[in-house]
């Protein structure tokens, strides 16, 4: 079982919906949770930390779910600009900064 | 600030050359490492530092050697090529060992024929 799992996708979406998608992760233990984004060819750029309580920066809304060990990512009201891969990432704890990447999800806006 | 820089964006080698791979960053940073994405794999971590001096390996660390003599660059030596080392080859930095965000250059295009 990979330690952090995504839908690869790709989700098709028209402009203006709602998404989300789900990262499940196996280490108990893991420390930190976050959401890079990924442009086609590009490096991956952090989009935003996730908190247990729920945190939010503008059109995203990342969740987290310690006892079901799940993570999520909404984005609402899609943009074109927001058609990337979006990478789930988890810190183990004590593992300094030694991130595990899911593979990513693929988003699609259309108009 | 250029942020993370590497060289060469593409390279194509045949089995058995070596080269190196050109990481640097002018953030001052103390931690940085190398990532491989492959299709299907997500990124994997290959070595890190945690300041000048120090190396340690990561995930998947055979074939590969890296020195780090100064905070700026951080090398990735490959001995001997294959071609199960074709892949896209990220650097990455962070202030500390333990800060949240880590910042990658724009990647190195490894094609091993």
Redesign the interface.
């Known amino acids: 079982r ?1 330690e ?1 799992e995504q839908d ?1 996708g790709p989700f098709n979406v028209p402009e203006g919906a709602t998404v989300a998608f789900n990262c499940t992760y196996s280490n108990s233990a893991s420390q ?1 949770f ?1 959401w890079y984004r990924q442009d086609c060819r ?5 989009l935003m ?1 996730v908190y247990s309580s729920g945190n939010e920066d503008g059109r995203f809304t990342a969740q987290l779910n310690r006892a079901s060990q799940y993570i999520s990512l909404l984005i609402r009201d899609s943009k074109l600009s927001d058609s990337a891969t979006y ?1 789930c990432v988890v810190k183990p704890t004590g593992g ?9 999800t693929q988003l699609k806006v259309e108009l | 600030n250029a942020g993370v820089t590497q060289t060469p964006k593409f390279q194509v080698l045949k089995t058995g050359q070596s080269m190196t791979l050109q990481c640097a960053q002018d953030m001052n940073h103390e ?1 940085m ?1 190398w ?1 491989r994405q492959d299709p ?6 290959i070595h ?1 530092s ?1 300041g000048a001096g120090i190396t340690d390996q ?1 995930e998947v660390p055979n074939g590969y050697n890296v020195s780090r003599s100064t905070t700026e660059d951080f090398p990735l030596r490959l001995l001997s090529a294959a071609p199960s080392q074709t892949s896209v080859y ?1 650097c990455a930095s ?1 202030q ?7 910042f ?4 190195t295009r490894l094609t091993v024929l």
Request: charged share 15%; net charge positive; no cysteine.
């Open positions: 990979k952090v690869p930190s976050f590009k490096e991956p750029k952090l930390s990478l300094g900064n030694k991130l595990t990447f899911g593979t990513g | 931690y490492s990532y299907g794999m997500g990124l994997r971590l890190y945690v990561g990220f962070s500390r060992a333990n800060s949240n965000e880590q990658f250059g724009p990647g």
